[in-house]
């Protein structure tokens, strides 16, 4: 689930970026059969971007970042170990080339701990 699944079952990186912000918008009360509403549309679109396919997955997150970045960590032999993500709940993405180019160093340099 998520952006740290799809990354590693991909073994690429993985950008979800300007998410929906749905932040305020209280889980338990959105029908997700009804598709006319605004706020289930925006539900629905913040699963499909954010790679989320269970809806009880997304009522259980905390927080519901707008920007996440997925990282794969792979060792010194090349071998995917894990996921670095990185999210932000800010309405303006921190997601522009320099940035993830700074990340995939801080994954090189973490990958070769493991």
Not at 42 to 63: E, P, S
Not at 84 to 102: A, C, H, R, W, Y
Request: proline fraction near 4%; hydrophobic fraction near 40%.
């Amino acid at each position: 689930q998520g952006v740290a699944g799809a990354a590693m079952q991909s073994l690429s990186d993985i950008v979800a970026d300007n998410l929906p912000d749905i932040a305020d918008v209280d889980l338990n009360t959105v029908d997700l059969s009804n598709q006319r509403s605004p706020i289930t549309r925006a539900v629905n679109d913040y699963m499909q971007k954010g790679y989320i396919n269970d809806f009880d997955t997304l009522k259980r997150l905390n927080k519901r970042a707008r920007h996440i970045y997925g990282i794969v960590l792979n060792d010194l032999k090349g071998d995917p170990k894990g996921v670095l993500v990185i999210d932000s709940f800010l309405p303006d993405s921190f997601l522009n080339e320099v940035t993830v180019k700074k990340l995939s160093h801080y994954a090189e340099t973490i990958g070769a701990t493991l």
